[in-house]
């Protein structure tokens, strides 16, 4: 705020002389300026354009998770970390700048209990215009799973000044990946070391040159399995068939078809 003070003089032939002292009162901010020298030239009034922050958050940042190969367990738990994604360190200089706000927790827990295996970031706040790059990132481990082959998920966000004090936030869907991760179970092979048959003469001996011959054969397996496993030798070969001929001692004798996995 400024005051001005015209003065008009007559000059007495016939003219007058006009001056004016422009001198400032208050400053930008309201305050009362004292003892303030007049300003040279024209009164300087300065305004200021500000935006209000905006966020983005609810099922925009939706991760869920599916399982397949077997049903949840409720220990069952994997764990997505929210963090600036691979943008040459700009949305992280904006982090630092405090221009983006993350949420205060950057990480959540998806668990067997979780409803619908899938869970939320709270809100990401912009206070500045510009394009910012987020990646979600996974992690845990439980046996036999198979973690999704992209355990990084990067996603995109557009941020726009309407010019009239606000902000708009958007996912750009093009440049973004989608938070669903696929993990697989499958159970982890378990090998019999050696499947040993013995025969057994009772009420004689054996007699020179007796043998005799043992098959083994599958006889049922589970719904969805369409090959059983087969004892193998040590080079791999199947043995489903195998020879007990006389022992060197007594009448009991014992022969392998090999290991089963």
């Known amino acids: ?3 001005v003070v015209v003065t008009a003089e ?6 007058m002389t006009v001056t004016s002292k422009i001198t400032p009162v ?10 303030a020298e007049p300003v040279t030239g024209a009164a300087e009034f300065t305004n200021t354009y500000s935006v209000n922050e905006t966020s983005i958050g609810g099922q925009a940042l939706a ?11 409720d220990s069952d738990e994997f764990t997505f970390t929210l963090a600036a994604g691979e943008d040459n360190g700009a949305t992280q200089n904006a982090i630092d700048a405090g221009e983006v706000k993350l949420p205060a927790e950057t990480e959540i827990t998806i668990s067997g209990s979780t409803e619908g ?30 973690n999704d082959e992209d355990v990084d998920r990067t996603f995109v966000v557009s941020v726009v000044d309407n010019n009239d004090g606000t902000l708009t936030a958007s996912i750009v869907a093009e440049q973004s990946e989608n938070l ?12 019999l070391a050696d499947v040993t048959v013995q025969k057994t003469l009772v009420d004689r001996n054996w007699a020179e040159g007796e043998e005799y011959t043992l098959t083994i054969v599958n006889t049922q397996k589970p719904d969805g399995v369409e090959t059983a ?9 199947v043995v489903d068939t195998i020879t007990v001929g006389k022992p060197a001692d007594g009448n009991v004798n014992t022969a392998s078809f090999g290991k089963m996995t």
């Open 1 to 3: 705020e400024y005051e």
């Open 10 to 15: 007559d000059n007495d032939d016939g003219t």
């Open 26 to 35: 208050k400053a930008d901010n309201g305050t009362e300026i004292e003892n």
């Open 63 to 73: 991760v869920t998770k599916n399982l397949s190969g077997r049903s949840w367990f």
């Open 117 to 146: 295996h899938t869970a939320t970031f709270d809100a990401i706040t912009f206070t500045k215009a510009g394009t910012y790059t987020f990646k979600v990132t996974e992690s845990g481990k439980i046996a036999g799973v198979t």
């Open 180 to 191: 669903v991760f696929n993990n697989t179970y499958k159970a982890e092979p378990v090998t």
């Open 229 to 237: 496993p087969m004892p193998v030798d040590d080079n791999g070969n």
